[in-house]
């Protein structure tokens, strides 16, 4: 059996910043958090359940999309009523977006959901499994996610 994702770490420049797009806009709850020095972090996921996401503050700069490392954190919702909610509230937020609304996985794919980019530039999705049915895909035979 391979090993499972348990959660995924990620540095970034301002915890608070960060905190206002993870929990307040995509609604992970703080599980636990700490400081040490100048370092800060706080573990988020469902509440009562196991972190998901770790946000460690202890970057300088921004994401570079050329380097190696992370290309992309995605998340998946029940619904693509649920995806557009989130569309909503991040584009309310001022949140920059990859790609113009709901987009599908791939050309005619079932699958799809929104490209953006939190406040240090690491980019993020959200799709659900169902319903963005006759949504565009940005990119003819590369899937949606890849180039953004």
């Known amino acids: 059996m391979a090993p499972?994702?348990?959660?995924?770490?990620?540095?970034?420049?301002?915890?608070?910043?960060?905190?206002a797009l993870y929990r307040d806009l995509l609604g992970f709850a703080v599980l636990a958090e700490g400081k040490e020095d100048d370092q800060r972090w706080a573990m988020l996921g469902e509440t009562g359940g196991a972190p998901l996401v770790t946000l460690w503050q202890q970057a300088q700069g921004s994401y570079d999309s050329g380097r190696p490392g992370l290309h992309h954190l995605a998340f998946t919702v029940d619904s693509i009523?649920?995806?557009?909610?989130?569309?909503?509230a991040l584009r309310a937020a001022g949140v920059e977006f990859a790609h113009e609304g709901v987009v599908a996985h791939r050309e005619g794919g079932t699958s799809g959901g929104i490209f953006f980019h939190d406040p240090d530039g690491i980019r993020l999705e959200i799709s659900a499994p169902l319903g963005p049915d006759g949504a565009p895909a940005p990119h003819g035979d590369a899937p949606t996610c890849g180039f953004f």
Request: hydrophobic residues 35%; without cysteine; negative net charge.
């Open 4 to 19: 499972r994702i348990a959660h995924a770490g990620l540095n970034v420049t301002d915890l608070d910043r960060s905190l």
């Open 81 to 88: 009523d649920r995806v557009r909610e989130y569309e909503t």
